[in-house]
Each structure stands twice: as C-alpha cells, then as structure tokens.
C-alpha cells in the first residue's frame, strides 16, 4: 500500500491556557493538500487561540508539525516558507501603495521593497488579480474602504504562495460578490496541491465552499464532518439557534435557515 501522505500541518491534543482559564482543549487536527478547511463555532469558542497554537505564536504543549517536522524547530523564516497567516486583527503600520503591502507576501522569499525578482513581482501582480484590486494597486492603503483593505491583505496571504494558507475571518467587512470571490480563490489554491484553514462565522459560505468543517464548541473541537453529513442538529447544539436545512434557491445548494430559539 502507498504511504499516506504527511499532512500540511497536523496538531495533538493542542491546549492553551491564559490567567488560569483553559480557552482550548484536547483539540486535534490534520490539514493535507487539496483540502479547504473551516473552523466554525460561536464567539468565545478558542478558534482564534487554536490558530495560534497550530502556529507556533501561542505556546502549547502539544506536538504540532509542519510537513512532517516540529513547528518548535523551525526558524521564523522556515515557517514562514511553508505557512502563511492572515490575523483577524489587521494592522498596517504606515500609508504604503496596495502593491508594496501586498508585495509583503514575498518576503520570505528573502525580497525587499524595491527589489523584487520578475517571479516575486508577478506573484503580487497574480494576486492584484485574483482579488479584483488592480485599479486600486497604486493607491495609498490609508484611502481605501474597510472592505478594499480586507481584500489587500487577502491578496498579501495569496502572493505567498507558501503549501498552506491560514486565515482568521477573511472575509469580514466584504460584500457578498466579494465574500464569494475570496472563497473561490482559496477554494482554487486548495485544488492546486495546497491546503488551507480559515475561520470563517458565515456557515452557508462554509457550506458552500469547505472540504471539511471543524466544529468548536468552548474550547473543544466537538465535530469534523464534511458539509453533506452537517445537520440541523449540530449547527442547532454549536450556536444555541434554530436550524433548518434547505436547498438554495439559486443553485440548489445545501444551506441553513436560522432563527433565535422560542
């Protein structure tokens, strides 16, 4: 039989604790190439401490790996080669051109601002593109709507080009076209031989676009199901809501009604 292949990152029993409050516990989780995988759960439940812990930049105790070696034992650099990260919180430190911050992805390349190869300038160009940015790329980022930004930092994670993409609420602030064109954009790169994790709160966008859907309830991951096998009664027990299933009315595409509970 052939060798499983080593996965893009893989975490056991990850736990983390802050000020005496455990925020993640005994959670598990392995991402291989070809996969779109989404955390869900409602606010408080420890996705955004997961993702630091899968990444190194909270401490744990459990055994996390990134293709095949420990995360402790890699460099920044060498992390950053094989894992690239768009925070929740996003800060741009000064005024730049939407090219120069999305050029950003490239440094680990070992690039600088004004010194980018013809490969590390058309990555950036690519990623312009592919996130509908290209009248907007000579701008000062300090002018752009909230939305536009988003996109900017979508498109400095895709100009990595790095096995395995990580993202905590990408597509926040966008309007729907564009929520649809990020999640398509991942869901590509996904099918390019990567991987990619995202933490998303728009279960229908999940549903439409996700290999898989990691389920996160206080803390604990409580269920790992792709989108067909979801139910009205987990997404019902993870969000405290009312949850019917229904068939979209524009493509016929699985997707939930919610409603407050009586």
């Avoid at 990260?85 to 050029?103: C, G, K, M, S």
């Avoid at 592919?130 to 100009?159: I, P």
């Avoid at 987990?234 to 019917?244: M, T």
Wanted: aromatic share 4%.
């Amino acid at each position: 039989m052939p060798a499983e292949p080593t996965p893009l990152i893989s975490a056991t029993e990850v736990y983390v604790r802050a000020g005496g409050t455990t925020l993640v516990e005994r959670a598990s989780l392995a991402i291989n190439t070809n996969e779109v995988v989404v955390l869900l759960g409602p606010n408080g439940a420890g996705k955004t401490s997961f993702l630091r812990a899968l990444l190194g930049i909270t401490a744990t105790q459990a055994d996390v790996q990134l293709q095949g070696d420990p995360i402790t034992g890699l460099t920044t650099t060498e992390r950053a080669l094989r894992v690239s990260y768009l925070p929740q919180v996003r800060e741009t430190a000064w005024p730049n051109r939407v090219f120069d911050v999305i050029a950003l992805g490239r440094f680990a390349q070992g690039v600088s601002l004004g010194n980018l190869s013809e490969i590390d300038a058309a990555a950036t160009r690519s990623a312009i593109a592919a996130c509908d940015l290209e009248g907007l790329s000579k701008r000062s980022v300090d002018t752009l709507s909230g939305g536009e930004l988003a996109r900017v930092h979508c498109a400095r994670l895709y100009a990595a080009h790095t096995p395995l993409l990580i993202a905590d609420e990408p597509t926040a602030g966008l309007d729907p076209q564009q929520q649809h064109r990020i999640a398509q954009l991942f869901q590509a790169y996904a099918d390019a031989t990567h991987g990619v994790l995202l933490v998303l709160h728009d279960l229908n966008l999940a549903m439409r676009y996700a290999t898989r859907i990691v389920w996160m309830q206080e803390g604990r991951i409580v269920a790992d199901t792709p989108p067909h096998e979801v139910t009205a009664e987990l997404v019902s027990e993870v969000y405290q809501v009312k949850a019917e299933s229904a068939p979209s009315a524009a493509d016929g595409t699985r997707q939930f009604i919610l409603a407050p509970l009586p």
